[in-house]
């Protein structure tokens, strides 16, 4: 079982930035897609961002293209989500995902692996 921890959630300002991390306990997560997405509570979960296993053709939902980048660091079993010029509408809970590949990026049934999430609020 591979355990996904995120941090660096938090309230910010409109505008301001954030660090997401979400760290592997196992180096398995090195062969995995990872992704991130948000949820809003009572509400389904949207997906956000995601990586291939060797960092390469990131993948970004329209809403956060240009703002927000993924990158990973598999030396550490960690990916992070750097995410720039924050709006209301970005804050929710953020949850990162992990598998290999097993069907679209976007499609939050593909992974297996979850995190606990890291909430993000963002004020006006």
């Known amino acids: 079982q591979v355990q996904l921890v995120e941090n660096g959630g938090g309230l910010v300002h409109s505008g301001d930035s954030l660090r997401l991390s979400c760290a592997a306990s196992?180096?398995?997560?090195?062969?995995?897609?990872v992704a991130w997405f948000r949820q809003l509570p009572g509400k389904g979960r949207d997906f956000v961002a995601a990586?291939?296993?060797?960092?390469?053709?990131?993948v970004y939902a329209e809403s956060v293209e240009g703002r927000f980048t993924i990158s990973r660091d598999n030396a550490k079993n960690t990916v992070y989500l750097q995410m720039d010029s924050l709006r209301s509408e970005d804050a929710a809970d953020y949850y990162c995902?992990?598998?290999?590949?097993?069907?679209?990026?976007?499609?939050?049934?593909?992974?297996?692996?979850w995190g606990q999430g890291t909430q993000v609020a963002v004020s006006a």
């Open positions: 995902a992990a598998d290999v590949q097993r069907g679209p990026y976007s499609d939050s049934f593909a992974y297996t692996y």
């Open positions: 196992d180096s398995a997560f090195r062969s995995f897609v």
């Open positions: 990586i291939t296993p060797n960092g390469g053709r990131p």
